[in-house]
């Protein structure tokens, strides 16, 4: 009993997440689509970790004992072994699938499929922690960790959404939805890979700094779509 009502607490938060931002998209997405796009989200892990493998294993080979400052080898760790292969099989979840949807018809489905296909990654990834860690993982995830995947995931949407409809910036716009999710990730992993000694409690702040500016600029982005929405379905 003790293990469903901790697993119940890993999936509650996205689900509460998903149906925020579905519940704010003015012409909401079909359920199916929905749905497909959390399960290839969910099923993005298991590359996701592959290619993590092989980076970490990739990047040890090429520098080995090189790198022995702690906050060089955690950025190594941050974006070879999580932001890089995460973010790139998100994209590749939008790219591959979402785009091709002939409900993707305005910038906003972006955010909602972005959104929808990193919560679908987050969930089992808080599954998996949860299941060892226990309720004390799962409560400090479901404030940090799963609506930090929901953050990314408007990042990359909002750029995503914009190169499907503006094909003259689309290669720019492209790298933008992959790119930007990729470093708010790895700094934010980097600060958690910190030691704790010395300089840990002023680096600890940076990642207090991290989270603010993500959440001011994924509520930004948006907005930004959300009002252009709204004057959409005004006008029509």
């Given at each position: 009993?003790?293990?469903?009502?901790?697993l119940v607490l890993a999936v509650v938060p996205s689900a509460l997440i998903l149906r925020y931002f579905?519940?704010?998209?003015?012409?909401?997405?079909p359920r199916r689509a929905i749905a497909i796009t959390f399960a290839w989200g969910v099923a993005s892990i298991v590359p996701a970790v592959l290619l993590a493998f092989g980076l970490?294993?990739?990047?040890?080979?090429?520098v080995g004992d090189e790198v022995t400052d702690p906050w060089l080898r955690g950025?190594?760790?941050?974006?070879?072994?999580a932001a890089i292969p995460e973010?790139?099989?998100?994209?590749?979840?939008?790219?591959?699938?979402?785009?091709?949807?002939?409900?993707?018809?305005?910038?906003?489905?972006?955010?909602?499929?972005?959104v929808t296909a990193s919560l679908g990654f987050a969930t089992?990834?808080?599954?998996?922690?949860?299941?060892d860690g226990g309720v004390a993982v799962a409560i400090v995830r479901a404030f940090t960790a799963v609506p930090g995947h929901a953050l990314l995931g408007v990042i990359m949407g909002f750029y995503f959404g914009l190169a499907h409809f503006?094909?003259?910036?689309?290669?720019?716009?492209?790298?933008?939805?992959?790119?930007?999710?990729?470093?708010?990730?790895?700094?934010?992993?980097?600060?958690?890979?910190?030691?704790?000694?010395?300089?840990?409690?002023?680096?600890a702040l940076l990642v207090f700094l991290v989270i603010a500016i993500e959440i001011w600029y994924a509520r930004r982005l948006h907005r930004r779509l959300r009002r252009d929405q709204l004057a959409s379905a005004a006008a029509g």
């Open positions: 009993m003790a293990l469903v009502f901790t579905i519940r704010r998209d003015e012409f909401p997405e970490l294993v990739a990047v040890d080979a090429a950025a190594g760790i941050a974006f070879f072994g973010e790139l099989f998100k994209f590749a979840v939008l790219y591959f699938y979402c785009r091709r949807l002939n409900d993707f018809d305005e910038p906003m489905d972006g955010i909602v499929y972005g089992l990834e808080n599954i998996l922690y949860v299941a503006e094909p003259r910036r689309r290669g720019l716009l492209l790298v933008a939805a992959y790119v930007s999710p990729v470093i708010f990730h790895g700094l934010y992993n980097t600060v958690l890979l910190a030691p704790e000694e010395g300089a840990a409690t002023g680096w």
